[in-house]
């Protein structure tokens, strides 16, 4: 299973973003976050989604994210699965006409930057696994790229 890791120039575009964000919060109304100055078009580098913080949230998992675009499922969004079930080629509808493996389950959703575990993400469906993961699909529900995902254990919040 690859996880992915931040490199220097996506490092680098993510404080951009957030640094273009305040200030544009800053001059503008000031209502708005430097998550809602993302554009949810994925940058040249692609779009980017880390799991920064686990909790736990009743009987399901409230996952922090970081991400360099805003999700919106109508647009690019982020599906979670739960990765002993699935590998990220399997999480999308295009698992079996472009990666050539069975389709998976994962639950697709906009919230940013938190988010409660449902679905096919549940805690009560994850049948052992306790590897959490995400990535950034399209509007057709199509993993973007299967070369960027990420991963974390979630055993002891369990």
Not at 13 to 27: C, D, F, H, I, P
Not at 35 to 56: K, Q, S, T, W, Y
Not at 91 to 118: L, S
Request: proline share 3%.
């Amino acid at each position: 299973m690859k996880i992915f890791e931040a490199t220097g120039d996506w490092c680098r575009g993510a404080v951009r973003t957030a640094l273009l964000g305040m200030l544009a919060t800053g001059l503008g109304t000031g209502a708005a976050s430097a998550a809602d100055a993302l554009p949810n078009a994925c940058p040249v580098d692609g779009c980017e989604v880390r799991i920064v913080g686990i909790e736990r949230s009743g009987e399901e998992l409230e996952l922090s994210f970081n991400s360099n675009f805003s999700p919106d499922v109508s647009k690019n969004h982020f599906h979670v699965w739960w990765g002993e079930r699935y590998t990220v080629k399997q999480v999308g509808r295009n698992a079996e006409t472009v990666h050539g493996v069975t389709q998976g389950r994962w639950h697709r959703h906009d919230d940013y930057p938190q988010y409660i575990t449902k679905g096919a993400a549940s805690t009560s469906v994850r049948e052992g696994a306790s590897t959490i993961c995400v990535t950034a699909a399209d509007r057709n529900h199509n993993i973007i790229d299967v070369q960027v995902y990420h991963c974390v254990d979630a055993s002891s919040h369990l």
